[in-house]
């Protein structure tokens, strides 16, 4: 498995991903319009994010998004991991254990970022499992949000 920062010709895939990620987990049907526009966005300016892909066999099986947070408290950034996608057939084997690993071993080897964070719907048992079995823990943080 290769994990690696996605390109332009990762758009279609990226663009599945999400769209298959937000009806899976929340129900919802994206308009592809403005996520089409928001993906490219990010892969045309890194100020917005990362995308990164996960390969088996020279085939993208997975994709997550970082963006960024600055913490004045720590004088560095802090990676929110997004829009996190496995294709089902690869689900369980270690696809996301290796991105995450990536992203943390990123962070470590950095003077300028300081942590990781990422949000999971509260139905979502399965994402939490996960993400506490690589020793991430839930913090004392309450996420509110207000969307347009």
Not at 41 to 62: F, H, R, T
């Amino acid at each position: 498995m290769k994990v690696r920062k996605a390109t332009l010709k990762d758009f279609d895939k990226l663009v599945q991903f999400q769209v298959e990620m937000a009806h899976e987990t929340e129900g919802i049907e994206l308009q592809l319009d403005p996520l089409e526009k928001g993906v490219k966005a990010v892969l045309n300016d890194p100020s917005k994010g990362q995308y990164y892909i996960a390969e088996i066999n020279n085939k993208v099986v997975a994709s997550l998004l970082t963006t960024f947070e600055w913490s004045d408290w720590r004088n560095g950034t802090i990676l929110w991991i997004q829009s996190v996608y496995v294709m089902p057939k690869y689900r369980r084997r270690g696809v996301y254990r290796t991105m995450y690993a990536h992203i943390k071993s990123m962070v470590l080897t950095s003077d300028n970022l300081n942590g990781i964070r990422l949000y999971a719907d509260k139905k979502n048992l399965a994402a939490h499992k996960t993400y506490e079995n690589l020793g991430m823990n839930q913090d004392h943080y309450i996420t509110f949000e207000w969307l347009k």
